[in-house]
T-cell receptor
Framework: GNSVTQMEGPVTLSEEAFLTINCTYTATGYPSLFWYVQYPGEGLQLLLKATKADDKGSNKGFEATYRKETTSFHLEKGSVQVSDSAVYFCALSGYSGGGADGLTFGKGTHLIIQP | DARVTQTPRHKVTEMGQEVTMRCQPILGHNTVFWYRQTMMQGLELLAYFRNRAPLDDSGMPKDRFSAEMPDATLATLKIQPSEPRDSAVYFC????????????FGDGTRLSIL
């Protein structure tokens, strides 16, 4: 079956540091890949997505590239801010004949940015 | 922006009581998902519907959980009888049914069973 593995935190960085959160996946076929972010007391918000190999998703300074050869979708940001503190989830969406299946999530990475 | 709406936001009740959680998906989305989030297990898919028909509920304990979509604007998740191990945050999400498109999540129902 499908699975997602991501580094578990908490990850603590200083403001303006470079961020990498690793994510690897196992899936049949050609899944779509997503990063979601969750702030305290809220639901998950889409951060970025990539739907095929070598696609790069980007949003709010975050980037991730769909690497089929290494089955990875690592999240990066060049300069983090205190407001980036949240929990980040890597996820994949499979596809059955009738349409999208549910998302398979990693365990989540708690990111803490210190001023 | 269109949003997925979940009610109630918080629910505290005693073991053995029935719990009903409701979800209003985004208008035009034909696929509705229920997820459960716990510290130990993370985010798990419980069930999902497409065009109001149940497609997969293999993630749900069948003896106590039930999910329905009485109409296109309402999805429900019921637990009867509830147990302390059901304490979690339950999220509803909706999407257009294409795996390339993201799912949109509600803010969740935080459930505590005493």
């Amino acid at each position: 079956g499908n699975s997602v593995t991501q580094m578990e935190g908490p990850v603590t960085l200083s403001e303006e540091a470079f961020l990498t959160i690793n994510c690897t996946y196992t899936a049949t076929g050609y899944p779509s890949l997503f990063w979601y972010v969750q702030y305290p007391g809220e639901g998950l918000q889409l951060l970025l997505k990539a739907t095929k190999a070598d696609d790069k998703g980007s949003n709010k300074g975050f980037e991730a590239t769909y690497r089929k050869e290494t089955t990875s979708f690592h999240l990066e940001k060049g300069s983090v801010q205190v407001s980036d503190s949240a929990v980040y989830f890597c996820a994949l969406s499979g596809y059955s004949g009738g349409g999208a299946d549910g998302l398979t999530f990693g365990k989540g990475t708690h990111l803490i940015i210190q001023p | 922006d269109a949003r997925v709406t979940q009610t109630p936001r918080h629910k505290v009740t005693e073991m053995g009581q029935e719990v009903t959680m409701r979800c209003q998906p985004i208008l035009g989305h034909n696929t509705v998902f229920w997820y459960r989030q716990t510290m130990m297990q993370g985010l798990e898919l419980l069930a999902y519907f497409r065009n109001r028909a149940p497609l997969d509920d293999s993630g749900m304990p069948k003896d106590r959980f039930s999910a329905e979509m009485p109409d296109a604007t309402l999805a429900t998740l019921k637990i009867q009888p509830s147990e302390p191990r059901d304490s979690a945050v339950y999220f509803c999400a909706s999407g257009p049914g294409n795996s390339n498109q993201p799912q949109h999540f509600g803010d969740g129902t935080r459930l505590s069973i005493l």
